[in-house]
């Protein structure tokens, strides 16, 4: 194949290039003169391997007839073009024009597959593009090239790309340059019902005439076609907003009479109380009930009723299935709805959510049950499971455009989040609503940081998560709905709970604490971005720093793994400490059950087969009792049930007998989240965060003492081997030690009186050791529940000395 390039520096020279499989083989040098109208030959040389030989003028024309010339026209200018042609023409030439990259030149190779990109103003081959994306991104220290690739398709302009890594770009310009992909709203072809239409008491048509539902959505309606009033059971699988949990309400009132009862679970409590607030306020001629875990730290909201008489009962799994495990009972319930069901998935909830369920249809065999379900990936594997018909609508009600912008540094995301709020705050919808934001972050602590920056430049914004007492969370969610805050700013724990119509949802960081975010975390999130009733799309912005890391993986890899892969399968791992903990259950919530009952129970949901070893060991240790084949709870089984005790951990408070109760908590409730402060990191020069990953510790313990460090940083390290590694176990520092050390130094300051906030900041200061106040709060809470179970298995074994110092340490750590 013989290729034709001008040399643009030589205005007479035409290089004729021999090209086989790509590369430039020989090049032969044509020097021209003009005659006329054409061009003759002047001059003709031929380089290969390096060398240059020099031929007779009339040698080229044998080449220029040998083969077809393919003229590249974008190294010529027209009029010299025109005397080559004519040449050609005159010597019996055969020719034809082909685009060329002039970056593949440069390398000495031939792409012939077309240049549709340009750079630089200069047309560019495929490869060049991507390569010099590569280069630019590389430098800029950004691995993933999946956004510039499909900006790349998108505008066929390399700089253009380029352009949307430049730390000085600024999206709120043209957010279609940062868009990765949007999600459309395409309604299926199905049939809308009216309320005023639907056989349920005019009572009840009315309630929902006066919140401005007049017809009900997509998925409400396809759950009406599918029999959701003649009792069907369903897994309603649909995005959010898209109106699931009215299927709950519509189910309970279109049978509605005197006794019935509506009991509806959610995995939250900051979730429970935003339901109780709503029923209450919906429904004011029914009475509504509230069933959770109260903290024993921070503030809980106040007045509220805890009866289980009500016509509807909301509680967290757990606050309900407590009921249960104690032996009690709730009468009456005709309607059993059970929020975020894909909880199922969660490794901890899974299979304590599975095992309520399947204890529930044993007690409720007649209730309509009804799982409302973000979008999993085994959704008909899960509905059969469950029992459940399966009732999915996969369309957003509103399009969703998802961004991709790259920062740089904490700065530089908070400068970009302050000017998309600016801009959402700017555009009002065919609605005629004005955009608002969510703003996610990873800890409370955060929240305030962030909102009181965006505060300082001029954004009404406020921190929501739940930590703030129960009338603030309600004022600010009253401020949102009226449209009189601009942003609020909130974290991933709370996603499931946060009711705000926002036009546009955030991404400070992709973490929630130091982990980086699920797929059903991260689908939730963005779920909350745009509603039908207020906007007309919904924007997701995901903030990266090419330099941030969650352990190894860097944001930048979490970012395109969470927009690029789909909802993950439902499946629940038991082993047996699991199953234990679930033949107990059974146990606790019935009475006198056969063997066989106890099996059938227990095979219900994900659990696997049945063994009745797990009897005879809740026997043998005295958690359960057989009398005339009949199966009981004993007195000690009810307290560990009840209370959600791990079966080994309530064995090890049983068998206690020390001095020192708190050894209760360093045993069965480690600190769990313990993390360098950035700070921290760059004077041991450690990449991990997780004080106890196996980097960490490694570089901690033995890399470090080999480092050269500075003043400073010998102290620093010093003070914490000492006070946390000082431990001389042959297992250091992999052992349970430091993070019983740091247990106790908690609970030295708890003791002392500090609060979590104050307590969070000494480490830091001492140590320079990150622990969010949050986190404290919760293992604060978790340790008086465990002492609190302790002191009851005391009691009930005779162990004053032990009950007495347990009563004297929960009041230590409630801060009595």
């Not at 599975?354 to 044993?362: A, C, F, G, N, P």
């Not at 703030?468 to 805050?485: A, Q, V």
Request: proline fraction near 3%; aromatic fraction near 10%.
């Amino acid at each position: 194949m013989l290729i034709a390039v001008r040399n643009k520096k030589k205005k007479d020279e035409v290089e004729i290039l021999e090209v086989r499989t790509g590369k430039i083989i020989v090049k032969y040098i044509l020097v021209l003169a003009q005659d006329g109208e054409r061009f003759v030959p002047k001059k003709f040389r031929k380089i290969e391997d390096e060398k240059e030989i020099t031929l007779m003028p009339k040698e080229s024309l044998k080449l220029l007839r040998s083969d077809t010339i393919y003229i590249s026209k974008d190294h010529f200018v027209e009029d010299i073009l025109n005397l080559f042609i004519n040449m050609l023409k005159s010597y019996g030439a055969k020719f034809d024009f082909i685009s060329l990259c002039k970056f593949c030149l440069i390398d000495n190779r031939i792409n012939t597959k077309g240049t549709p990109y340009t750079y630089r103003s200069e047309p560019i081959c495929e490869i060049c593009a991507k390569s010099e994306i590569t280069k630019d991104l590389t430098y800029k220290g950004i691995k993933d090239t999946k956004l510039a690739e499909k900006l790349l398709k998108r505008y066929s302009d390399v700089d253009r790309v380029l352009m949307v890594f430049d730390p000085k770009f600024d999206p709120t310009k043209d957010s279609s340059i940062t868009m990765y992909d949007r999600i459309d709203s395409s309604p299926l072809d199905i049939k809308i019902y009216k309320i005023s239409d639907l056989d349920i008491f005019d009572e009840f048509k009315d309630r929902f005439a006066s919140r401005g539902i007049n017809e009900l959505t997509p998925v409400q309606s396809i759950a009406i076609d599918k029999g959701l009033f003649k009792g069907n059971n369903f897994l309603v699988m649909s995005e959010t907003a898209s109106g699931k949990t009215l299927i709950g309400e519509l189910s309970f009132f279109s049978r509605y009479k005197k006794g019935d009862k509506l009991l509806y679970l959610s995995p939250l409590v900051s979730l429970s109380l935003q339901k109780y607030e709503d029923f209450r306020d919906n429904y004011p001629n029914n009475s509504v009930s509230l069933r959770v875990g109260l903290s024993r730290i921070a503030e809980n909201p106040k007045d509220i009723n805890r009866s289980l008489d009500s016509d509807i009962i909301i509680g967290t799994y757990e606050g309900i299935d407590q009921i249960f495990r104690s032996g009690g009972s709730i009468n009456g319930i005709s309607t059993i709805v059970i929020d975020e069901i894909h909880m199922l998935q969660d490794k901890e909830r899974g299979p304590l959510l599975d095992s309520l369920i399947s204890r529930l249809y044993v007690l409720y065999p007649n209730a309509q049950f009804i799982g409302l379900s973000a979008t999993v990936g085994n959704p008909k594997e899960l509905s059969d499971i469950l029992k459940m018909e399966l009732v999915s609508y996969d369309k957003r009600p509103v399009p969703l455009e998802r961004h991709v912008i790259f920062c740089t540094g904490h700065g530089g995301k908070l400068y970009t989040i302050s000017r998309l709020i600016r801009k959402e705050n700017s555009e009002i919808s065919s609605k005629g609503h004005r955009g608002q934001v969510i703003v996610f972050s990873n800890s409370r602590k955060n929240c305030h940081s962030l909102a009181e920056h965006f505060k300082t430049r001029g954004i009404n914004a406020a921190a929501y998560h739940s930590g703030l007492p129960f009338k603030d969370r309600r004022e600010i969610e009253t401020k949102f709905w009226k449209g009189k805050l601009d942003a609020v700013v909130t974290t991933a724990a709370l996603a499931a709970g946060v009711d705000f119509p926002a036009s546009a949802v955030t991404f400070e960081t992709l973490s929630m604490g130091i982990e980086p975010l699920k797929i059903f975390e991260f689908q939730q999130m963005i779920g909350r971005a745009g509603r039908p009733t207020f906007h007309d799309k919904g924007k997701a912005y995901l903030l990266i720093d090419p330099q941030e890391k969650y352990g190894e993986v860097s944001e930048e890899e979490h970012c395109f793994y969470l927009l690029d892969n789909k909802s993950e399968k439902v499946d629940i791992q038991y082993d047996r400490d699991i199953s234990l903990e679930r033949t107990l259950s059974i146990i606790s919530t019935f009475s006198n059950l056969s063997v066989g009952d106890i099996k059938n129970n227990f095979e219900m949901g994900f659990a696997p087969t049945f063994d009745t070893e797990f009897i005879d060991f809740l026997r043998k240790e005295g958690l359960i009792e057989i009398k005339s084949d009949k199966v009981n709870i004993t007195k000690f089984g009810r307290i560990v049930s009840s209370n959600f005790l791990n079966i080994p951990h309530a064995l090890f408070m049983k068998k206690f007998n020390g001095e020192d109760v708190r050894e209760i908590i360093f045993q069965t409730l480690p600190f769990p989240n313990t993390y360098l402060t950035s700070k921290l990191q760059a004077i041991l020069k450690i990449d991990s965060s997780s004080l106890f990953s196996g980097t960490t510790l490694e570089k901690i313990y033995f890399q470090n003492r080999k480092q050269a460090l500075s003043k400073h940083g010998e102290e620093v390290l010093i003070n914490l081997l000492t006070e946390f590694f000082a431990c001389g176990c042959k297992d250091a520092p992999y052992c349970n030690c430091p993070k019983i050390e740091i247990g106790k130094r908690l609970l030295e300051l708890r003791k002392a009186k500090l609060s979590p906030n104050r307590i969070s900041e000494e480490f830091r200061k001492e140590y320079g050791l990150k622990i969010f106040s949050a986190d404290l709060i919760n293992w604060l809470d978790s340790a008086i529940r465990t002492l609190e179970t302790a002191e009851k298995i005391f009691g009930l074994y005779g162990k004053d000395k032990q009950r007495r110092a347990t009563i004297k340490e929960i009041e230590y750590i409630v801060g009595r």
